[in-house]
C-alpha cells in the first residue's frame, strides 16, 4: 500500500524519533508498505518520520545508482546493486574518511537537489526487519544513503546541512513545498496546505 509522504515543513520531520521493540504493531506490513511507498516516488530510501511514524526506522535500497553495463566503472557503486535492507534502531557508532560533496534530493523536499558534504565511511549497527543485530561498514553510495536517512530519524533534513546563504536562496521554494504548490506525481501531505473553505 502506498503512503502519502510527508512535505518539508511538517513538525514530524524535525523530531528525534524514538526506538521500537519487537511488539510494535503491524511492523513487517508497515516495513512492506514503506518499500511499496519508496519504489512508487523513486526514491534510494525512506525514513519512517517521512510517513508520518515518528520511530527509528528506514528503509533503503541503492540499485538505482547500481552503474549501467558501458559506463565507466564508479567506485562509490561497488555493491550499490545489493544494497536493499532494513534499519531498525540504527546508531551510526562512527563516521570516517575524507568529506565529499554529493547532490542530495528527498522525497520529502522534492525537486530540490543540492550538494551536501559528508565523511566515506560509517560503521552502523541495526537489527534488521528479522530482528537480527549488525554491525557493518559502509562506504560510497551506501554510506551516503545511510547518513541522509539516519538524518531523518534524528530530526536533520538535508537542507540544515547548507549555508545560511543557500537555505535563504531556497525559502520561497521550501515554503511552496509546504503549502502544496508543486507539481509531484507522488501521493504526498502538505503541513501547509489550504483547507477547502466552508461556507
Ligand atoms: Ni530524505
Not at 507522488?186 to 501547509?192: L, Q, R
Request: aromatic share 10%.
Amino acid at each position: 500500500m502506498i503512503l502519502p509522504i510527508v512535505a518539508y515543513g511538517d513538525p514530524v520531520l524535525k523530531k528525534e524519533a524514538e526506538e521500537i521493540d519487537e511488539k510494535y504493531p503491524d511492523l513487517s506490513k508497515l516495513i512492506s508498505d514503506m518499500f511499496d511507498t519508496m519504489y512508487h516516488a523513486k526514491g534510494v530510501g525512506l525514513a519512517a518520520p517521512q510517513i508520518g511514524r515518528s520511530i527509528r526506522l528506514f528503509i533503503v535500497d541503492g540499485s538505482p545508482f547500481a552503474d549501467e553495463e558501458d559506463d565507466e566503472p564508479d567506485p562509490r557503486a561497488v555493491g550499490i546493486e545489493d544494497f536493499k535492507k532494513v534499519f531498525i534502531n540504527p546508531i551510526i557508532e562512527e563516521e570516517t574518511g575524507e568529506k565529499w560533496a554529493f547532490q542530495e534530493g528527498c522525497l520529502s523536499i522534492p525537486k530540490i537537489r543540492e550538494n551536501v558534504h559528508r565523511k566515506e565511511k560509517v560503521l552502523i549497527t541495526y537489527f534488521d526487519e528479522n530482528w537480527e543485530f549488525h554491525e557493518e561498514t559502509f562506504d560510497g553510495y551506501a554510506a551516503r544513503i545511510i547518513q541522509h536517512e539516519y538524518d531523518h530519524i534524528e530530526g536533520i533534513l538535508f537542507t540544515d546541512h547548507l549555508s545560511p546563504l543557500k537555505k535563504k536562496m531556497l525559502t520561497k521554494r521550501l515554503q511552496n513545498i509546504s503549502s502544496g504548490k508543486i507539481d509531484i506525481d507522488y501521493k504526498m501531505s502538505f503541513p501547509d496546505a489550504k483547507k477547502p473553505k466552508m461556507i
